[in-house]
């Protein structure tokens, strides 16, 4: 299984971000996608995940700010990033999980600064 992300970069506070996944290779139908990120000297984190179902689970840092959506088809997900803050600038990566089985992209940087 193999992600591919894209759509980091630089950014002003209060600007937008749209981060894209796509996940390819053997993946089990039911499986849940999703972004975390890390922050240098800080652990990874959640952002937020979305099953195939539609369920959606946000970190509390996101809600409100943050969107995540998926094409279910096409094994994508992205990430809508407005009102962006001083605080959100990390290397974010992707995630896809299955059965006992966990993936990880190669990690796409955003920078919020003015």
């Known amino acids: 299984v193999q992600l591919q992300a894209s759509g980091g970069g630089l950014v002003q506070p209060g600007g937008s971000l749209r981060l894209s996944c796509a996940a390819s290779g053997r993946i089990f139908r039911l499986n849940v996608m999703g972004w975390y990120r890390q922050a240098p000297g800080n652990q990874r984190e959640l952002v937020a995940t979305?099953?195939?179902?539609?369920?959606?689970n946000y970190a509390d840092s996101a809600k409100g700010r943050f969107t995540v959506a998926r094409d279910r088809a096409e094994n994508t997900v992205h990430l809508q990033m407005n009102s962006l803050k001083l605080e959100d600038t990390a290397v974010y990566y992707c995630n896809i999980r299955f059965l006992r089985d966990n993936y990880w992209g190669q990690g796409t940087q955003v920078t919020v600064s003015s």
């Open positions: 979305i099953n195939g179902g539609g369920n959606i």
